[in-house]
């Protein structure tokens, strides 16, 4: 499936549900008859990080990377071992400009339930040795969705460790030195007594993306931001029936949005249309589809192979 640069003038014409397009699956490429999640994009749309059961891993779910060749998504390649174990890899994010990759794992050796871990990425993304985040950061209890700010300052994860307001919540972390400090939960109203977990976070590190499974939402897990005013979180806010729907979406990642909300979105849903139980999608910002110039039409096709 591609949707051709008249399909997106035409959808932002008849009205686009919101500030997005109706989403486009990415295809049996990168897609399959099992379970594709989370993809990540690089910052220069070279490569992709996401995680599937697919066979041909190491355990359960594996950390995958296909990369961008000819404007077409190349069939994907395990991460190997430095990343994936016989046990369970998730939530990828690539962070501090694509340098470093943060991840989650069951892989035996950690402090509890399932624990965050980070390694150096070079300009591929092939991953050095993994490292475990330790304490504070990790504990007896599940850790997962490691994000950082990109000046590497601040760390954001879910964790179920006690002290929390539902099923899992956001709690971050602030960095002196080299040391990680003492976790403080975010509080109301980002953690709502249901489950949420940090999946993407602006440059200026004040628009955090997260899926939650809390009232008023279109499905049982929804995306959803959080907008900071100084040290102080809005009130989420959902990103509407476009994006969200019955059925379960998570993971976000942006290309050509000048890390902000924009541009286009990658996310995971298990929505009608696909190929599998959960499968990779994109939509375009109606904003960002309105503003092509002629001269950038070559560029939005090559966006949307």
């Known amino acids: 499936m591609r949707l051709s640069l008249i399909a997106v003038l035409i959808a932002s014409a ?111 993304g092939v991953p050095s040795g993994k490292v475990n985040l330790d304490p504070p950061i990790n504990t007896s209890s599940r850790e997962c969705c490691p994000l950082t700010t990109e000046t590497g300052n601040e760390l954001y994860f879910g ?21 990680w400090g003492t976790p403080e939960n975010l509080g109301s109203p980002v953690n709502a007594g249901s489950y949420e977990c940090p999946r993407w976070i602006s440059d200026d590190g004040d628009t955090l993306i997260f899926g939650s499974n809390r009232p008023g939402g279109e ?19 959902n990103f509407g029936p476009v994006i969200n729907g019955p059925s379960l979406e998570a993971g976000a990642s942006f290309y050509d949005n000048d890390g902000e909300i924009g541009g286009i979105l990658y996310f995971s849903s298990t929505r009608s249309g696909g190929y599998g139980g959960g499968d990779m999608w994109r939509s375009v910002d109606s904003e960002y589809a309105a503003d092509i110039e002629p001269s950038s039409i070559g560029r939005l096709k090559a966006s949307f192979k």
């Open 159 to 179: 964790t179920t460790r006690a002290g929390g307001h539902g099923e899992m919540d956001i709690w971050v972390s602030e960095k002196t030195g080299n040391e």
């Open 14 to 124: 008849v009205g686009a549900y919101g500030d997005w397009l109706e989403p486009e699956n990415l295809g049996y490429t990168v897609n399959s008859v099992y379970d594709e999640w989370n993809p990540v994009i690089s910052r220069d749309g070279s490569y992709m990080i996401f995680v599937s059961n697919r066979p041909g891993g190491y355990g359960d779910y594996d950390l995958w990377i296909s990369y961008k060749i000819g404007g077409e998504w190349e069939y994907p390649v395990n991460m190997g071992p430095e990343v994936n174990t016989l046990y369970l890899e998730a939530a990828p994010y690539l962070a501090e400009d694509d340098t470093k990759f943060y991840f989650a794992s069951y892989a035996p050796g950690g402090y509890g339930d399932q624990d965050a871990y980070w390694c150096f990425v070079d300009g591929d």
């Open 219 to 237: 499905g049982w897990m929804d995306l959803w931001y959080a907008v900071r005013t100084g040290e102080e979180w809005g009130d989420p806010v």
